[in-house]
């Protein structure tokens, strides 16, 4: 397995660690709050890991220049919708078949980097993306009365909505880094990905805790004091998810993203598990079946 591949699947891991705590704070604190956790606890770590690479490692570190500032903030204020979406969705959905709504996100890259970058889409690629959008409709009929007509016009729900926003900004956010982490390089001696990602990391977390604090004390300051109150699982959101997007930065910096968030469906495993083992919550035939044609779908995306 190459090493993009084994980044990965150990970030995949994690971020469904992540989620599962996430959705555990929403009990404890709101949406905006449960978002936040996941920048502003994970920034001390993200710094560590570049203070680890430059200062005891020796690695130089890059210069940032226009292109590389514009989509780093593009990409995080992408990503902090898309995960304000999800928090948000876990209040309508269970555990699994709400992560499996954003899961369109790698068929949804593939568009935009066809929009954005002029790539090509291949017959097949269609196919998946097809499949995907099935799988998400089916997810939305799971616990309706199912008919032909329930099943075209389910991807009109606000469930399914929220959950394809989600997508779609995840999608936003991981060309916008990719791009971001690329237009470092040439300010390097050579080109060294580990570095890109963890500089592009400690940039784009930085953005995203600013502007998440700057909106809580304008508009919530009681969340903060919800925050402070759940700091011990708040902290290790951060770790975990700080360790995560420096896996996906490294992983999308080496490949293709639409490539690194198709093989990244095996976090749905991990999500299964946690969402009956953990959350102790029950999944029906139909919504089993959306899931499992998410996963076909974006999978697809590495054999075309």
Known sequence: M???AIITVGSAFLQNLRSALQKHLKGRMGTTGATFVRFGFGLPFAFLYLAILHLGLGRPLPVPGVTFAIWAVIGALAQITATFLLVHLFSFRNFAVGTAYSRTEPAQAALLAL???????????AAAILVSILGVML??????AFTPLSLVTSVTSPTALIGLASGLFFGVSGISYRAASLALAPTLPEPDVIMQAGYTLCVV???????????????????LSRIGAAWKVSALVGFVGATASFGWFIAMTLQQVAVVKALAQVEMLFTFASSVLIFKERINRLEIAGCVLIVFGVLLLVLV
């Open 2 to 4: 190459e090493f993009w």
């Open 205 to 223: 977390i930085t953005v995203q805790t600013l502007s998440m604090l700057i909106w809580m004390l304008w508009k919530d300051r009681a969340e």
């Open 115 to 125: 929009v954005l970058f002029g790539e090509t889409i291949a017959l097949g690629t």
């Open 139 to 144: 997810i939305s009929v799971a616990r309706t």
